[in-house]
Protein backbone atom coordinates (compact mmCIF):
# COMPACT_ATOMS: atom_id res chain seq x y z
CA UNK A 1 0.00 0.00 0.00
CA UNK A 2 1.17 3.60 -0.43
CA UNK A 3 0.32 6.86 1.57
CA UNK A 4 1.27 10.46 1.95
CA UNK A 5 4.21 10.99 4.14
CA UNK A 6 4.24 12.70 7.37
CA UNK A 7 6.60 15.59 5.78
CA UNK A 8 4.69 16.06 2.50
CA UNK A 9 1.33 16.74 3.90
CA UNK A 10 2.82 18.83 6.86
CA UNK A 11 4.68 20.82 4.03
CA UNK A 12 1.98 20.88 1.67
CA UNK A 13 -0.03 22.59 4.62
CA UNK A 14 2.88 25.06 4.85
CA UNK A 15 2.48 25.97 1.60
CA UNK A 16 -1.14 26.60 1.67
CA UNK A 17 -0.58 28.46 4.09
CA UNK A 18 0.47 31.50 2.01
CA UNK A 19 -1.84 31.19 -1.03
CA UNK A 20 -3.01 34.45 -0.16
CA UNK A 21 -6.67 33.60 -0.34
CA UNK A 22 -9.15 35.98 1.15
CA UNK A 23 -11.93 34.47 3.58
CA UNK A 24 -14.64 34.22 1.02
CA UNK A 25 -12.40 31.81 -1.23
CA UNK A 26 -13.09 29.12 1.55
CA UNK A 27 -16.89 29.43 0.93
CA UNK A 28 -15.85 29.69 -2.83
CA UNK A 29 -14.20 26.32 -2.59
CA UNK A 30 -17.23 24.86 -0.37
CA UNK A 31 -19.88 25.33 -2.77
CA UNK A 32 -17.57 24.29 -5.72
CA UNK A 33 -17.58 21.13 -3.99
CA UNK A 34 -20.90 21.00 -2.93
CA UNK A 35 -21.59 21.18 -6.78
CA UNK A 36 -21.52 24.86 -8.11
CA UNK A 37 -20.41 24.90 -11.80
CA UNK A 38 -19.09 26.95 -14.26
CA UNK A 39 -21.67 28.80 -16.08
CA UNK A 40 -25.18 30.75 -15.94
CA UNK A 41 -27.30 27.94 -15.79
CA UNK A 42 -29.33 26.01 -13.30
CA UNK A 43 -29.89 26.99 -9.83
CA UNK A 44 -27.95 25.15 -6.46
CA UNK A 45 -29.71 24.89 -3.22
CA UNK A 46 -27.89 25.61 0.05
CA UNK A 47 -29.72 24.71 3.08
CA UNK A 48 -28.23 24.55 6.73
CA UNK A 49 -27.01 21.25 6.26
CA UNK A 50 -26.82 20.33 2.89
CA UNK A 51 -22.97 21.79 2.47
CA UNK A 52 -21.35 19.57 5.58
CA UNK A 53 -20.00 16.47 3.20
CA UNK A 54 -18.47 19.93 1.03
CA UNK A 55 -16.78 20.32 4.32
CA UNK A 56 -16.04 17.23 5.29
CA UNK A 57 -14.74 16.76 1.58
CA UNK A 58 -12.43 19.77 1.81
CA UNK A 59 -11.34 20.05 5.36
CA UNK A 60 -12.57 17.17 7.14
CA UNK A 61 -9.46 15.93 9.49
CA UNK A 62 -10.17 12.81 11.92
CA UNK A 63 -8.71 13.10 15.44
CA UNK A 64 -9.10 16.68 15.33
CA UNK A 65 -11.90 17.84 18.52
CA UNK A 66 -15.70 17.16 17.28
CA UNK A 67 -16.60 20.78 17.65
CA UNK A 68 -13.85 22.10 15.31
CA UNK A 69 -13.58 19.12 13.00
CA UNK A 70 -12.32 21.00 9.84
CA UNK A 71 -9.24 22.59 8.97
CA UNK A 72 -8.81 25.00 6.30
CA UNK A 73 -5.30 24.97 5.55
CA UNK A 74 -5.74 28.36 2.98
CA UNK A 75 -6.58 30.42 6.10
CA UNK A 76 -5.09 28.37 9.28
CA UNK A 77 -8.22 28.08 10.49
CA UNK A 78 -10.38 25.63 12.55
CA UNK A 79 -13.90 25.64 11.85
CA UNK A 80 -16.67 24.43 13.85
CA UNK A 81 -19.25 21.52 13.25
CA UNK A 82 -21.85 23.82 12.43
CA UNK A 83 -19.90 25.22 9.72
CA UNK A 84 -22.69 24.53 7.00
CA UNK A 85 -25.14 26.87 8.59
CA UNK A 86 -23.13 29.48 10.85
CA UNK A 87 -20.31 29.81 7.88
CA UNK A 88 -21.51 28.86 4.68
CA UNK A 89 -25.71 29.49 4.39
CA UNK A 90 -24.61 32.78 6.45
CA UNK A 91 -22.15 34.02 3.93
CA UNK A 92 -23.99 33.41 1.23
CA UNK A 93 -27.46 34.97 2.68
CA UNK A 94 -25.19 38.59 3.51
CA UNK A 95 -23.48 38.03 -0.17
CA UNK A 96 -27.00 38.15 -1.73
CA UNK A 97 -28.04 40.79 0.57
CA UNK A 98 -25.15 42.64 -0.56
CA UNK A 99 -24.43 42.71 3.54
CA UNK A 100 -20.93 41.58 2.55
CA UNK A 101 -18.31 44.17 0.90
CA UNK A 102 -16.78 42.36 -2.19
CA UNK A 103 -16.20 43.92 -5.51
CA UNK A 104 -16.95 40.86 -7.96
CA UNK A 105 -20.62 40.13 -8.13
CA UNK A 106 -19.62 36.04 -8.81
CA UNK A 107 -23.14 34.92 -7.08
CA UNK A 108 -27.07 35.40 -7.68
CA UNK A 109 -29.49 33.87 -6.36
CA UNK A 110 -32.85 34.45 -4.37
CA UNK A 111 -34.36 32.15 -1.06
CA UNK A 112 -36.86 29.85 -2.20
CA UNK A 113 -40.50 29.00 -0.29
CA UNK A 114 -39.10 25.99 1.65
CA UNK A 115 -36.29 28.76 2.99
CA UNK A 116 -33.24 27.32 1.38
CA UNK A 117 -30.85 29.41 -0.66
CA UNK A 118 -31.08 29.62 -4.18
CA UNK A 119 -27.64 30.12 -6.42
CA UNK A 120 -26.02 30.32 -9.24
CA UNK A 121 -22.94 31.98 -10.45
CA UNK A 122 -23.30 35.62 -11.85
CA UNK A 123 -23.16 36.65 -15.23
CA UNK A 124 -20.29 38.65 -14.24
CA UNK A 125 -18.16 35.43 -12.97
CA UNK A 126 -15.48 34.73 -13.99
CA UNK A 127 -14.03 37.74 -14.42
CA UNK A 128 -11.62 39.04 -12.35
CA UNK A 129 -11.30 35.48 -10.88
CA UNK A 130 -8.22 35.47 -8.66
CA UNK A 131 -7.53 38.85 -9.42
CA UNK A 132 -6.94 40.63 -6.05
CA UNK A 133 -9.55 41.10 -3.67
CA UNK A 134 -12.11 41.52 -6.54
CA UNK A 135 -11.26 37.48 -7.75
CA UNK A 136 -11.13 36.26 -4.08
CA UNK A 137 -7.16 37.05 -3.65
CA UNK A 138 -6.50 38.59 0.18
CA UNK A 139 -5.28 42.15 -1.08
CA UNK A 140 -5.42 43.96 -4.64
CA UNK A 141 -2.40 43.47 -6.72
CA UNK A 142 -1.62 40.09 -6.74
CA UNK A 143 -2.86 37.46 -8.50
CA UNK A 144 -4.62 34.33 -6.07
CA UNK A 145 -1.61 31.54 -6.38
CA UNK A 146 -2.76 27.97 -5.16
CA UNK A 147 0.26 25.40 -5.37
CA UNK A 148 -1.33 22.47 -6.86
CA UNK A 149 0.71 19.76 -5.88
CA UNK A 150 0.27 20.88 -2.44
CA UNK A 151 -3.25 21.51 -2.41
CA UNK A 152 -4.01 17.54 -4.53
CA UNK A 153 -1.70 16.35 -1.23
CA UNK A 154 -4.08 18.11 1.26
CA UNK A 155 -7.10 16.79 -0.76
CA UNK A 156 -5.92 13.15 -0.26
CA UNK A 157 -4.54 13.69 2.91
CA UNK A 158 -6.80 10.59 4.15
CA UNK A 159 -6.08 8.48 0.97
CA UNK A 160 -4.17 5.03 0.70
CA UNK A 161 -3.47 3.05 -2.66
CA UNK A 162 -2.85 -0.13 -4.11
CA UNK A 163 -0.61 1.31 -6.67
CA UNK A 164 1.81 3.95 -6.64
CA UNK A 165 -0.29 6.93 -8.37
CA UNK A 166 0.28 9.62 -10.38
CA UNK A 167 0.43 13.53 -10.03
CA UNK A 168 -2.32 13.72 -13.16
CA UNK A 169 -4.44 10.88 -12.35
CA UNK A 170 -4.69 12.66 -8.29
CA UNK A 171 -5.19 16.01 -9.91
CA UNK A 172 -8.28 15.08 -12.18
CA UNK A 173 -9.88 13.37 -9.96
CA UNK A 174 -9.69 16.73 -7.55
CA UNK A 175 -10.75 18.65 -10.40
CA UNK A 176 -14.23 16.34 -10.71
CA UNK A 177 -14.82 16.08 -7.11
CA UNK A 178 -14.93 20.23 -6.98
CA UNK A 179 -16.26 20.64 -10.25
CA UNK A 180 -13.44 22.66 -11.61
CA UNK A 181 -13.46 24.07 -14.92
CA UNK A 182 -10.23 25.02 -16.79
CA UNK A 183 -10.75 28.38 -16.39
CA UNK A 184 -10.83 27.91 -12.84
CA UNK A 185 -7.78 26.31 -13.09
CA UNK A 186 -5.83 28.24 -15.02
CA UNK A 187 -6.89 31.43 -12.90
CA UNK A 188 -6.48 30.31 -9.71
CA UNK A 189 -3.33 27.21 -9.48
CA UNK A 190 -0.04 27.14 -10.16
CA UNK A 191 1.09 25.30 -13.71
CA UNK A 192 3.10 22.67 -11.75
CA UNK A 193 2.70 19.17 -13.34
CA UNK A 194 4.50 16.95 -10.95
CA UNK A 195 4.83 16.26 -7.17
CA UNK A 196 8.86 17.38 -6.21
CA UNK A 197 9.59 15.33 -3.87
CA UNK A 198 8.17 12.31 -4.18
CA UNK A 199 5.23 12.64 -0.95
CA UNK A 200 4.54 8.99 -0.91
CA UNK A 201 5.85 5.94 1.42
CA UNK A 202 5.12 2.42 2.16
CA UNK A 203 4.39 2.62 5.60
CA UNK A 204 1.59 3.51 7.33
CA UNK A 205 1.96 7.31 8.83
CA UNK A 206 0.70 8.37 12.27
CA UNK A 207 -2.12 10.63 11.27
CA UNK A 208 -1.81 11.80 14.60
CA UNK A 209 1.57 13.96 13.96
CA UNK A 210 -0.92 15.95 11.54
CA UNK A 211 -3.41 17.02 14.04
CA UNK A 212 -1.02 17.88 16.04
CA UNK A 213 1.00 20.01 13.59
CA UNK A 214 -2.59 21.69 12.56
CA UNK A 215 -2.89 22.67 16.92
CA UNK A 216 0.49 24.24 16.91
CA UNK A 217 -0.30 26.37 13.47
CA UNK A 218 -3.77 27.43 14.82
CA UNK A 219 -2.59 28.69 18.37
CA UNK A 220 0.58 30.23 16.71
CA UNK A 221 -1.72 32.11 14.72
CA UNK A 222 0.18 35.20 13.00
CA UNK A 223 3.10 34.32 14.90
CA UNK A 224 3.80 31.01 12.52
CA UNK A 225 6.59 30.73 10.43
CA UNK A 226 5.50 32.45 6.87
CA UNK A 227 7.39 30.91 4.13
CA UNK A 228 6.87 34.07 2.23
CA UNK A 229 6.29 31.85 -1.42
CA UNK A 230 6.42 34.37 -4.46
CA UNK A 231 3.30 35.69 -5.35
CA UNK A 232 2.05 36.13 -8.92
CA UNK A 233 0.89 39.49 -9.84
CA UNK A 234 -2.24 40.73 -10.56
CA UNK A 235 -3.73 38.97 -14.43
CA UNK A 236 -4.45 41.85 -16.74
CA UNK A 237 -7.76 42.08 -17.93
CA UNK A 238 -6.78 41.08 -21.58
CA UNK A 239 -4.91 37.90 -19.71
CA UNK A 240 -8.13 36.73 -18.42
CA UNK A 241 -10.11 37.61 -20.87
CA UNK A 242 -7.67 35.64 -22.90
CA UNK A 243 -7.66 32.73 -21.03
CA UNK A 244 -11.67 32.43 -20.95
CA UNK A 245 -11.86 32.83 -24.59
CA UNK A 246 -9.69 29.84 -25.03
CA UNK A 247 -11.69 27.53 -22.82
CA UNK A 248 -15.18 28.77 -24.61
CA UNK A 249 -16.94 26.92 -27.21
CA UNK A 250 -18.38 30.95 -28.49
CA UNK A 251 -17.83 34.39 -26.94
CA UNK A 252 -21.18 34.12 -27.47
CA UNK A 253 -22.70 33.18 -24.04
CA UNK A 254 -25.21 30.44 -24.41
CA UNK A 255 -28.84 30.61 -23.55
CA UNK A 256 -31.00 28.50 -21.75
CA UNK A 257 -33.37 27.40 -25.04
CA UNK A 258 -29.86 26.82 -26.57
CA UNK A 259 -29.22 23.08 -27.93
CA UNK A 260 -26.21 21.03 -26.82
CA UNK A 261 -26.35 19.34 -29.71
CA UNK A 262 -27.43 20.33 -32.84
CA UNK A 263 -27.84 16.46 -34.62
CA UNK A 264 -29.92 15.31 -32.16
CA UNK A 265 -31.98 18.58 -32.38
CA UNK A 266 -32.46 18.50 -35.72
CA UNK A 267 -33.22 14.59 -35.65
CA UNK A 268 -35.87 15.09 -33.64
CA UNK A 269 -37.41 18.14 -35.75
CA UNK A 270 -37.51 16.17 -38.73
CA UNK A 271 -38.93 13.19 -36.83
CA UNK A 272 -41.52 15.13 -35.68
CA UNK A 273 -42.58 18.12 -38.44
CA UNK A 274 -40.19 16.54 -41.68
CA UNK A 275 -39.07 19.90 -41.85
CA UNK A 276 -36.39 21.14 -40.99
CA UNK A 277 -34.36 24.94 -41.18
CA UNK A 278 -30.54 25.06 -40.39
CA UNK A 279 -29.75 28.85 -40.23
CA UNK A 280 -26.40 30.54 -39.32
CA UNK A 281 -23.87 32.21 -40.37
CA UNK A 282 -21.45 31.29 -43.64
CA UNK A 283 -19.00 28.37 -42.33
CA UNK A 284 -21.20 26.80 -39.35
CA UNK A 285 -21.52 23.78 -41.15
CA UNK A 286 -25.56 24.25 -42.36
CA UNK A 287 -24.47 22.18 -45.66
CA UNK A 288 -22.41 19.74 -44.16
CA UNK A 289 -24.67 19.10 -41.30
CA UNK A 290 -27.63 18.94 -44.00
CA UNK A 291 -25.98 15.62 -45.90
CA UNK A 292 -25.59 14.16 -42.64
CA UNK A 293 -29.07 14.13 -41.59
CA UNK A 294 -29.90 13.00 -44.64
CA UNK A 295 -27.02 9.97 -44.49
CA UNK A 296 -28.90 9.26 -40.97
CA UNK A 297 -32.37 9.02 -42.75
CA UNK A 298 -31.53 7.59 -46.24
CA UNK A 299 -28.36 6.00 -46.12
CA UNK A 300 -25.96 5.89 -49.04
CA UNK A 301 -28.75 5.46 -51.35
CA UNK A 302 -27.72 8.40 -53.58
CA UNK A 303 -30.86 8.34 -55.40
CA UNK A 304 -33.21 9.21 -52.73
CA UNK A 305 -31.32 12.58 -52.07
CA UNK A 306 -32.54 15.47 -54.25
CA UNK A 307 -29.91 18.73 -53.80
CA UNK A 308 -31.12 22.24 -54.96
CA UNK A 309 -29.46 24.74 -54.84
CA UNK A 310 -31.81 27.95 -54.49
CA UNK A 311 -30.35 31.52 -56.27
CA UNK A 312 -32.87 35.11 -57.22
CA UNK A 313 -34.02 33.45 -60.35
CA UNK A 314 -35.52 30.30 -59.07
CA UNK A 315 -39.32 29.78 -59.17
CA UNK A 316 -42.30 27.45 -59.69
CA UNK A 317 -40.99 26.12 -63.09
CA UNK A 318 -37.58 25.14 -62.12
CA UNK A 319 -39.48 23.58 -59.24
CA UNK A 320 -42.64 21.78 -59.23
CA UNK A 321 -43.56 21.66 -62.62
CA UNK A 322 -43.74 23.90 -66.17
CA UNK A 323 -45.04 24.07 -69.45
CA UNK A 324 -42.83 22.21 -72.07
CA UNK A 325 -42.67 23.81 -75.88
CA UNK A 326 -43.95 20.36 -78.03
CA UNK A 327 -43.23 21.52 -81.96
CA UNK A 328 -46.52 20.75 -83.79
CA UNK A 329 -46.52 21.45 -87.79
CA UNK A 330 -45.61 24.92 -88.21
CA UNK A 331 -46.51 25.82 -84.93
CA UNK A 332 -46.26 24.94 -81.53
CA UNK A 333 -48.19 22.98 -78.38
CA UNK A 334 -47.20 23.45 -74.96
CA UNK A 335 -47.04 20.37 -72.28
CA UNK A 336 -47.04 20.06 -68.89
CA UNK A 337 -43.42 19.15 -67.20
CA UNK A 338 -43.09 17.52 -63.72
CA UNK A 339 -40.21 18.88 -62.11
CA UNK A 340 -37.73 17.99 -59.69
CA UNK A 341 -39.37 18.00 -56.79
CA UNK A 342 -42.74 16.73 -57.95
CA UNK A 343 -40.96 13.81 -59.03
CA UNK A 344 -39.04 13.31 -55.46
CA UNK A 345 -42.71 13.50 -53.89
CA UNK A 346 -44.02 10.77 -56.22
CA UNK A 347 -41.03 8.56 -55.74
CA UNK A 348 -41.45 9.11 -51.48
CA UNK A 349 -44.89 7.87 -51.76
CA UNK A 350 -43.61 4.49 -51.19
CA UNK A 351 -40.29 5.18 -50.02
CA UNK A 352 -37.87 7.51 -47.61
CA UNK A 353 -36.65 10.86 -49.66
CA UNK A 354 -34.68 13.88 -48.48
CA UNK A 355 -34.88 17.13 -49.81
CA UNK A 356 -32.10 19.66 -49.61
CA UNK A 357 -32.49 23.26 -50.47
CA UNK A 358 -29.36 24.92 -50.35
CA UNK A 359 -29.51 28.86 -49.04
CA UNK A 360 -33.41 28.83 -49.28
CA UNK A 361 -33.53 32.29 -48.83
CA UNK A 362 -31.49 33.59 -51.84
CA UNK A 363 -34.90 32.65 -53.82
CA UNK A 364 -38.47 34.08 -53.57
CA UNK A 365 -39.71 30.81 -51.72
CA UNK A 366 -43.47 32.25 -52.19
CA UNK A 367 -42.44 32.56 -56.09
CA UNK A 368 -40.78 28.61 -55.66
CA UNK A 369 -43.66 26.96 -53.55
CA UNK A 370 -46.36 28.83 -55.08
CA UNK A 371 -49.53 27.47 -53.57
CA UNK A 372 -47.95 24.04 -52.71
CA UNK A 373 -46.05 25.68 -49.43
CA UNK A 374 -49.02 25.17 -47.19
CA UNK A 375 -48.50 21.13 -47.99
CA UNK A 376 -45.16 21.13 -46.08
CA UNK A 377 -46.85 21.58 -42.61
CA UNK A 378 -46.92 17.53 -41.76
CA UNK A 379 -50.54 18.00 -41.03
CA UNK A 380 -51.52 18.38 -44.20
CA UNK A 381 -49.01 15.22 -45.52
CA UNK A 382 -51.76 13.28 -46.95
CA UNK A 383 -53.40 12.95 -50.23
CA UNK A 384 -56.83 13.78 -48.94
CA UNK A 385 -54.91 17.36 -49.06
CA UNK A 386 -53.66 17.19 -52.65
CA UNK A 387 -54.12 19.99 -54.71
CA UNK A 388 -54.25 20.32 -58.51
CA UNK A 389 -51.31 20.92 -60.76
CA UNK A 390 -51.33 23.98 -61.64
CA UNK A 391 -50.74 23.08 -65.31
CA UNK A 392 -52.45 19.78 -65.06
CA UNK A 393 -55.51 20.10 -63.41
CA UNK A 394 -56.56 16.86 -64.07
CA UNK A 395 -53.62 15.72 -62.04
CA UNK A 396 -53.60 16.03 -58.65
CA UNK A 397 -50.42 17.31 -56.13
CA UNK A 398 -48.89 16.51 -52.65
CA UNK A 399 -46.13 16.04 -50.26
CA UNK A 400 -45.99 13.00 -48.76
CA UNK A 401 -45.49 12.33 -45.07
CA UNK A 402 -41.98 10.51 -45.52
CA UNK A 403 -40.58 13.32 -47.55
CA UNK A 404 -38.41 14.84 -45.60
CA UNK A 405 -37.36 18.46 -46.31
CA UNK A 406 -34.10 20.25 -44.91
CA UNK A 407 -33.01 23.74 -46.10
CA UNK A 408 -30.43 25.91 -45.22
CA UNK A 409 -30.53 29.81 -44.30
CA UNK A 410 -27.80 32.16 -43.99
CA UNK A 411 -28.93 35.06 -41.70
CA UNK A 412 -26.68 37.01 -42.35
CA UNK A 413 -26.41 38.30 -46.08
CA UNK A 414 -29.51 40.82 -45.81
CA UNK A 415 -29.02 41.14 -50.24
CA UNK A 416 -31.19 37.98 -49.62
CA UNK A 417 -35.07 37.41 -49.79
CA UNK A 418 -36.49 37.57 -46.00
CA UNK A 419 -38.87 34.44 -45.54
CA UNK A 420 -42.28 35.50 -44.62
CA UNK A 421 -43.60 33.83 -41.34
CA UNK A 422 -46.33 32.21 -42.38
CA UNK A 423 -43.36 29.94 -44.70
CA UNK A 424 -40.55 30.04 -41.82
CA UNK A 425 -43.63 28.59 -39.19
CA UNK A 426 -43.68 25.58 -40.85
CA UNK A 427 -40.28 24.40 -40.36
CA UNK A 428 -38.32 23.48 -37.42
CA UNK A 429 -35.39 25.65 -36.71
CA UNK A 430 -31.61 24.75 -35.28
CA UNK A 431 -29.62 27.74 -35.18
CA UNK A 432 -25.88 27.05 -35.76
CA UNK A 433 -23.29 29.20 -34.32
CA UNK A 434 -19.39 29.56 -34.46
CA UNK A 435 -18.40 27.03 -32.75
CA UNK A 436 -14.62 26.59 -31.30
CA UNK A 437 -14.28 23.04 -30.24
CA UNK A 438 -15.30 22.21 -33.90
CA UNK A 439 -12.39 24.73 -34.90
CA UNK A 440 -10.08 23.06 -33.12
CA UNK A 441 -11.52 19.41 -34.47
CA UNK A 442 -11.16 21.06 -37.74
CA UNK A 443 -7.09 22.18 -36.90
CA UNK A 444 -6.30 18.58 -35.98
CA UNK A 445 -8.14 16.93 -38.08
CA UNK A 446 -5.75 19.06 -41.13
CA UNK A 447 -2.65 17.83 -39.08
CA UNK A 448 -1.99 20.86 -36.70
CA UNK A 449 0.17 19.29 -33.85
CA UNK A 450 0.76 22.40 -32.18
CA UNK A 451 -1.43 22.58 -29.21
CA UNK A 452 -0.20 26.29 -28.49
CA UNK A 453 -0.94 27.70 -31.78
CA UNK A 454 -4.65 25.83 -31.60
CA UNK A 455 -5.20 27.31 -28.38
CA UNK A 456 -4.05 30.92 -29.35
CA UNK A 457 -6.37 30.17 -32.35
CA UNK A 458 -9.50 29.35 -30.23
CA UNK A 459 -8.93 32.42 -28.60
CA UNK A 460 -8.36 34.81 -30.94
CA UNK A 461 -10.83 33.05 -32.66
CA UNK A 462 -13.81 33.82 -29.77
CA UNK A 463 -12.37 37.48 -29.88
CA UNK A 464 -13.53 37.99 -33.15
CA UNK A 465 -16.98 37.10 -32.56
CA UNK A 466 -16.92 40.59 -31.20
CA UNK A 467 -16.84 42.29 -34.78
CA UNK A 468 -18.14 39.33 -37.02
CA UNK A 469 -19.73 36.03 -36.67
CA UNK A 470 -16.90 34.20 -38.10
CA UNK A 471 -17.25 30.66 -38.95
CA UNK A 472 -15.01 27.71 -37.95
CA UNK A 473 -15.46 25.95 -41.69
CA UNK A 474 -13.16 28.97 -42.80
CA UNK A 475 -10.27 27.45 -41.45
CA UNK A 476 -10.61 23.68 -42.85
CA UNK A 477 -6.93 24.24 -44.86
CA UNK A 478 -5.07 25.71 -41.74
CA UNK A 479 -2.58 23.41 -40.42
CA UNK A 480 0.27 26.36 -39.06
CA UNK A 481 0.62 29.91 -39.01
CA UNK A 482 1.33 30.32 -42.15
CA UNK A 483 -1.80 29.03 -44.06
CA UNK A 484 -3.22 30.85 -41.60
CA UNK A 485 -1.62 33.97 -42.87
CA UNK A 486 -2.60 33.10 -46.47
CA UNK A 487 -5.80 31.98 -45.50
CA UNK A 488 -6.66 35.05 -44.16
CA UNK A 489 -5.50 37.14 -46.55
CA UNK A 490 -7.42 35.40 -49.39
CA UNK A 491 -10.29 34.77 -47.57
CA UNK A 492 -11.33 35.56 -44.41
CA UNK A 493 -10.02 39.09 -44.81
CA UNK A 494 -12.14 39.89 -47.72
CA UNK A 495 -15.16 38.32 -46.12
CA UNK A 496 -15.12 40.42 -43.18
CA UNK A 497 -14.25 43.64 -45.05
CA UNK A 498 -17.17 43.41 -47.14
CA UNK A 499 -19.18 42.79 -43.75
CA UNK A 500 -18.11 45.73 -41.87
CA UNK A 501 -18.45 48.04 -44.85
CA UNK A 502 -16.96 51.25 -44.79
CA UNK A 503 -18.17 52.34 -41.45
CA UNK A 504 -16.61 50.03 -39.30
CA UNK A 505 -13.11 50.56 -40.85
CA UNK A 506 -11.76 50.75 -37.45
CA UNK A 507 -13.08 47.00 -36.28
CA UNK A 508 -11.36 45.93 -39.55
CA UNK A 509 -8.26 47.09 -37.93
CA UNK A 510 -9.18 45.86 -34.27
CA UNK A 511 -9.90 42.09 -36.32
CA UNK A 512 -6.09 42.80 -38.36
CA UNK A 513 -4.21 43.18 -35.01
CA UNK A 514 -5.73 39.48 -33.35
CA UNK A 515 -4.84 37.49 -36.43
CA UNK A 516 -1.49 39.23 -36.71
CA UNK A 517 -0.66 38.59 -32.79
CA UNK A 518 -1.87 34.87 -33.49
CA UNK A 519 0.81 34.64 -36.18
CA UNK A 520 3.31 36.65 -34.97
CA UNK A 521 3.72 35.26 -31.06
CA UNK A 522 4.57 31.41 -31.07
CA UNK A 523 3.88 30.36 -27.35
CA UNK A 524 0.69 30.40 -25.48
CA UNK A 525 2.68 31.94 -22.47
CA UNK A 526 3.63 35.12 -24.41
CA UNK A 527 0.43 35.65 -26.45
CA UNK A 528 -1.67 35.93 -22.87
CA UNK A 529 0.73 38.50 -21.88
CA UNK A 530 0.44 40.70 -24.90
CA UNK A 531 -1.65 43.53 -24.27
CA UNK A 532 -3.56 44.96 -27.06
Known amino acids: MFYLSKESLIESTKRLHDSGAHESFRNYLVLKAHGLKFGHDSYLSITTTNTTPALQLLFGVPGLPEDEPFYNPLRNERLKHDAARGIIQTNVKKYLDEATKTKMKWLEGHQSREQDWLIRFSAEYPNSLGRGE ?3 ADKDGVQLTVHTPSFVIWMNRNSEWESRPNFTSLWMTVRESLNLHPVEVDLLFTKDSDFDPDPFVTIVPDRSELVEFISREVEKGSARTILKLPQRPAFSETKIRRIVSSHSN ?29 VGPPGTGKTRLAFELAKSIIGEDEKRLHLFQFHASYAYEDFIEALKPVPIGSGLSFEPVLKRFALACQVGRTQKQ ?16 GEAFLLIEREYRDEKYAIPHLYDPS ?10 VIATLNDLDKSTYDLDFAFRRRFGQVDLTPNANLLEEILTIAGCQDEDFIRILRSAFNEVQTYYPLGHAYFKSVKDRESLRSTYRRVIRPTIAAYLGL ?9 DSIFKRVIEVPTWEEYINVEG
Open 134 to 136: AGL
Open 354 to 369: VVILDELNRADVSKVF
Open 250 to 278: TQQAQRWWSAQDSMNEALEVLHESRALLL
Open 395 to 404: REFWIPPDLY
Open 503 to 511: YRKDDLVRV
